[in-house]
């Protein structure tokens, strides 16, 4: 029962939410490169991935066969975005900015252990993708959503392992509150990184896996609590890109997946 509703009846369909409006109004003066930019980030995201890769999450037929399967879902994820209002007045973004992530439960049975935004699939009560992340992300981080403003939302983005079409969804807060795991069967760790964690070079490197047969690697993130990759990985990477943000970092550090996690709380990674 919601606070001042009453049960429902067995068979009663559950109350429609109201539509969460876009707020670019309330973007900060430092988010704005990238809030200006934000239909560059998926392109950005996908562009150091090998061709046959791309093809593989960007083919209209493989896209097809899953909806075929019925395994073709849709999902959003919340990008959100906290610090002052103001930046330096030279530029840049304040030093209080940080990110929301997560880490999933290591005893999850898809993408255990793995550093995420906060999100998930779709409800059939959701009224679009700024609803799925926002509801994801107070039922994940209990975080208090009439504190975001949802600034934008990006270009759906198929990640093929999953089936699931992902719209991120940018937000900001001057003050999100509190923050932390809710169910710990679910979440392992909730954390406000700060930005500069992410653009800090020494805490950058690229990470592989020998998914179908190949190697590829893609950008990645070795913090104190997490190393962050995959899909996360690559739309902060993109992120920073088109902010202007990034700074030059050795690309050419491969790590292999499994050693990579070996260096998280290791003193692998800065904050």
């Known amino acids: 029962m919601s606070a001042g509703g009453s049960p429902l009846r067995n068979g009663d369909p559950a ?23 934000v239909d560059d ?22 896209s097809a066969v899953a909806t075929l399967r019925g395994a073709n879902r849709e999902a ?7 610090g002052p209002e103001s930046g330096p007045p030279d530029g840049g973004f304040p030093d209080e900015a940080d990110l929301l992530v997560t880490v999933r439960a290591s005893t999850l049975r898809h993408h255990a252990g793995q550093a995420a935004f906060p999100g998930g699939a779709a409800d059939p009560t959701d009224q679009g993708p700024v609803d799925t992340a926002l509801r994801e992300a107070r039922e994940e ?10 600034l934008a939302t990006m ?9 699931f079409h992902v719209v991120p969804v940018l937000a900001y807060s001057p003050d999100p509150g509190p923050v932390g795991v809710v169910d710990e069967a679910e979440t392992a760790i909730v954390a406000r ?5 992410f653009i ?15 190697r590829w690697a893609g950008p990645a ?21 088109v902010a202007g943000w990034a700074q030059p970092w050795d690309t050419t550090d491969e790590r292999e997946l499994d050693a990579a996690m070996a260096l998280v709380g290791d003193g692998g990674g800065s904050r």
């Open 221 to 241: 993130f070795l913090l104190n609590e997490m190393l962050v990759w995959g899909f996360t990985g690559q739309v902060i990477s993109a992120l920073l890109d």
């Open 15 to 37: 109350p429609a939410r109201e539509t969460v409006p876009l707020r670019p109004d309330a973007c900060p003066s430092w988010l704005r490169p990238l809030v200006d930019k």
């Open 76 to 82: 959003a994820v919340l990008v959100l975005f906290s």
């Open 41 to 62: 980030v998926p392109d950005a995201a996908r562009r150091r991935l090998p061709a046959d890769v791309l093809a593989m999450i960007t083919s209209k037929a493989v």
């Open 141 to 150: 981080t209990g975080i208090d959503v009439s504190r975001l403003y949802p």
């Open 155 to 163: 270009e759906k983005m198929f990640i093929a392992p999953s089936q």
């Open 200 to 214: 800090n070079p020494d805490n950058r490197l690229m990470v592989y896996r020998g998914d179908l047969g190949r």
């Open 193 to 197: 990184v700060p930005l500069r964690a």
